[in-house]
């Protein structure tokens, strides 16, 4: 991964065969960021992606192997318990123009990740919601 500042922007590329999640946990501790908000674009080769029901108060992953084409990456930056938290969603396309995604769990990059991480001065922390089992944010 590489980055470079501009004011309260940061542009991040991450590298082939680097997991998106773990470069993005690199950076925010690097950078001492405690909120910001995220979007990219780029490939990846290995993802997986869950979907939330609530009513079970469970996540059910999907994962998926292939060349896929990142249509969408979006999400925060923030913190839970004063420590470093990622909600990210992503959609992927195949070779065959199919798209499907959802809450991101993994991602491995297999060509490059391009990312504007956009710096938001301030803080919100999350904690569990009872109701729908979520870590939501505290406004």
Do not use: P
Not at 1 to 21: A, C, P, S, T
Not at 100 to 125: K, P
């Amino acid at each position: 991964m590489q980055y470079k500042k501009f004011d309260d922007n940061i542009l991040v590329r991450i590298d082939r065969g680097e997991e998106i999640l773990t470069q993005i946990k690199t950076l925010a501790i690097a950078e001492n960021i405690k909120l910001a908000h995220i979007n990219a674009l780029g490939a990846v080769d290995n993802l997986t992606v869950g979907v939330y029901k609530v009513a079970e108060q469970k996540y059910y992953a999907n994962h998926f192997t292939g060349d896929f084409e990142i249509v969408s990456l979006t999400g925060t930056i923030d913190t839970m318990n004063d420590d470093f938290y990622v909600h990210l969603h992503i959609s992927v396309g195949d070779d065959r123009g199919r798209v499907f995604g959802g809450h991101l769990t993994e991602a491995r990059v297999s060509a490059t990740c391009e990312m504007v991480v956009r710096l938001i001065n301030g803080q919100i922390d999350r904690c569990k919601d009872a109701v729908t089992g979520l870590n939501l944010w505290q406004l």
